[in-house]
């Protein structure tokens, strides 16, 4: 922008940084000259107008496009006297229609005494440097504009990258959480450019969350002669096990009944009760009816085994406070069918 020519192109794909770099220099280039932006993708010709002479602190009563121009063209003459050639900065250039370059390329010869009236800064993606050949933008041409290609990060840049836009956001551990292997990883899925990057790292970021939600609750993986069939999370206060659609968890197994037992989740621990079942509730090869129940316990109902892991430990003291409890006191299944019966009424009329 200091240089004679003062014109710029910066061009590269989408996601690369180019609204962001001039987002950046927006605030240093404001405090020598005037300053006005647009989006190439929204801005038709008399919008670029109306909106250079709005930015620029001009008040003007409504004119007609050549009025309009004729008090731009004598606005951006004052100031190059002065040394202050306003600046426009056309985001998304490679967008504009060509009635709109028609009007960039009239600017772009304005001058005062062999001095340059308007300073010009232009994005877009890729070939952005052929728009003036296409559209016969000599004005343009003729003021050798300085072409800059932004590059995908390298590798060691994703990782100082990742790692600073955490810390910018408040995070902490930012080495652990963006470890070398996941950078990695993620500079190979977004090829180095920054905005796939950050896709990319708060994809990652928002899966690594809800992995460590569902595996810090108790889970229970149910099996048949060896086959994994389903894993469930156990979330809710309660959680009742049978053959009968109505059950949370569902097995189907002739030896199992329609309601048959329920976990009970405490903070400081997970009960098992049996619901009056048929052929019985065994936890480890022994029968129950109430047990609190610990990691890698095996649940064996007909011919199926749910295998019970990430239960919080309980301590033997615990154990017996909650064995002796009157909070765990066995619900009937009557109780459990009634309560079952008015959901699925309630569920009903809501269809």
Known sequence: MQQTNGIALLQG?????????????????????????????????????????KQYGIDVIPQHDEQMLQTLAS??????????????????????????????????????KGRFALRIILTGKERLADLASKHSMRNLERRHPAVFALNPLS???????LRTRMIAAGGERSDEVFSIDVCE???ELSRGWPGRLNDFALEAMARTEELKDTRSAPRVIITREGETL?????TKR??????????DIVVKDRYVSKLHAMF????????????NSTNGTIVNSVETQKRILRNNDIISLGEHRLKIENVPAVSEAMAEKIEMTDTLTLKNLDDVRRSRARHNIVAMKHK
């Open 230 to 234: 389903a894993e469930y999370a156990l």
């Open 155 to 161: 590798r060691k840049e994703a990782v100082i990258y």
């Open 238 to 247: 309660e959680t009742v096990i049978g053959r009968d659609d109505m059950a």
């Open 13 to 53: 794909p989408r996601g690369s940084g180019k609204s962001t770099i001039i987002a950046e220099q927006l605030a240093w280039l404001k405090r020598e000259a005037p300053i006005a932006l647009f989006d190439g993708g929204r801005a038709s010709t008399r919008q670029l107008v109306s909106g250079l002479l």
């Open 264 to 275: 009970q989740m405490y903070s400081n621990g997970l009960v098992l009760l049996d619901l």
């Open 75 to 112: 606005y951006l003459s004052q100031q190059t006297r002065k040394e202050q050639a306003p600046i426009l900065i056309v985001d998304n250039a490679d967008r504009l229609g060509s009635s709109t370059l028609s009007l960039l390329n009239w600017l772009a010869a304005l001058d005062v």
């Open 185 to 187: 990883r993620l500079h």
